[in-house]
């Protein structure tokens, strides 16, 4: 049976190509343009997926998903923001309720958004695969090193899902202090920081004796091969570039590693 994916959004255009996209892929696929009537389609037609707009007439994005939570027989539906703004408290709010991901207009690729929707439509279902990450990470403790507030609000979200600590700092000072004291599983680590960067927070590390296997992932905006060579030389066990790679890669990455 074909999974159904309710599209609340009043971009006729926009509407249109989403719904010709996910048609085409076998979904079977409902639109609705005014946000008041949401919530009766989300009764109606029982979706298992649903990508939502923000700005709507009559009832907005927020107010649907406030709504929706508060309707035991709608709330388990997974939900996907398609919006106008990328502002992070933004972001934030609708991650505060249960929004899945979030994509920007602006960035609008409908390639992106049907990778998006098979995420959480896959043959073995999102909460299946979340489930079995969870397994693996749950009670890890993972270490995130930086300074960017709205990343690492999303990582922690997304592993605190699955049962992790997070340790976080915005610097290479606070993630040694730390460090004297707390022994992670794993270590995310960024190389453009404010002080002490990356490479050398990498360094002081592995001449720390209870902390030298400790895997660490380097993740950041560098991608030149002598940056990748640096971080493997001084002994990181992984080098993600960030432009590459989505959330769920990241923490499939941290799965592989502490399995």
Do not use: C
């Amino acid at each position: 049976m074909a999974k159904k994916i309710l599209i609340v959004e009043d971009d006729k255009v926009l509407g249109e190509v989403l719904v010709r996209k996910l048609t085409g892929e076998k979904y079977e696929v409902s639109l609705v343009a005014d946000g008041a009537n949401a919530i009766p389609r989300m009764h109606e037609f029982k979706p298992d997926l649903v990508l939502l707009d923000i700005i709507l007439p009559h009832m907005d994005g927020y107010q649907i998903l406030e709504a929706k939570a508060k309707d035991p027989s709608l709330a388990p539906i997974p939900v996907i923001v398609i919006s106008n703004s990328g502002q992070p408290v933004e972001i934030n709010r609708v991650l505060a309720l249960g929004v899945k991901d979030y994509l920007i207009k602006a960035q609008f690729d409908p390639q992106e958004v049907l990778e998006r929707v098979r995420a959480e439509l896959d043959s073995t279902t999102a909460s299946q695969k979340k489930a079995a990450i969870g397994k693996d990470i749950r009670g890890k403790t993972i270490m995130w090193v930086e300074d960017d507030n709205f990343l690492s609000d999303l990582i922690a979200r997304k592993l605190a899902n699955q049962g992790a600590k997070l340790l976080h700092a915005n610097n290479g000072e606070d993630a040694l202090k730390i460090l004297e004291t707390e022994r992670p599983d794993i270590i995310l680590l960024d190389v453009l920081l404010p002080g002490m960067d990356g490479f050398e927070i990498l360094k002081q590390i592995k001449t720390r004796e209870p902390l030298k296997n400790t895997p660490i992932i380097i993740l950041s905006n560098l991608g030149q091969k002598s940056d990748l060579e640096k971080g493997k030389n001084l002994g990181a066990t992984k080098f993600l570039i960030k432009a590459t790679v989505t959330l769920d890669e990241i923490v499939d990455e941290i799965r592989n590693q502490v399995a």
